[in-house]
Nanobody
Framework: QVQLVESGGALVQPGGSLRLSCAAS????????MGWFRQAPGKERESVAT???????YYVDSVKGRFTISRENAKNTVLLQMNSLKPEDTAVYYC????????????WGQGTLVTVSS
């Protein structure tokens, strides 16, 4: 069973930066596709960024050029660097993992809250 624990959420002013971290344990981390998702109040959860086992990143259009996803396999960690934050980035951010060859996000963290407000 894979366990994912997110950290780094906070209150930040518009235009500011945050770095989210997701620590994984209990599985073959380096083989997993990893992803960051978010859910804003009253909205459905959406994919923000994903990264393959060979570190190819993918981003939703709304965060391209502002967010960067990366992974550190030696530390079983995936990071989300968020710059130029906007109020519409406010949400609970979740980390998720997909097994090699899988088609669903099988493991989820508990989420970390990011609030962008002045």
């Amino acid at each position: 069973q894979v366990q994912l624990v997110e950290s780094g959420g906070a209150l930040v002013q518009p235009g500011g930066s945050l770095r989210l971290s997701c620590a994984a344990s209990g599985g073959a981390f380096s083989s997993y596709r990893m992803g960051w998702f978010r859910q804003a109040p009253g909205k459905e959860r959406e994919s923000v960024a994903t990264i393959t086992s060979d570190s190819s990143p993918y981003y939703v259009d709304s965060v391209k050029g502002r967010f960067t996803i990366s992974r550190e396999n030696a530390k079983n960690t995936v990071l989300l660097q968020m710059n130029s934050l906007k109020p519409e980035d406010t949400a609970v951010y979740y980390c998720a993992a997909m097994r090699r060859g899988g088609s669903t996000w099988a493991f989820w963290g508990q989420g970390t809250l990011v609030t962008v407000s002045s």
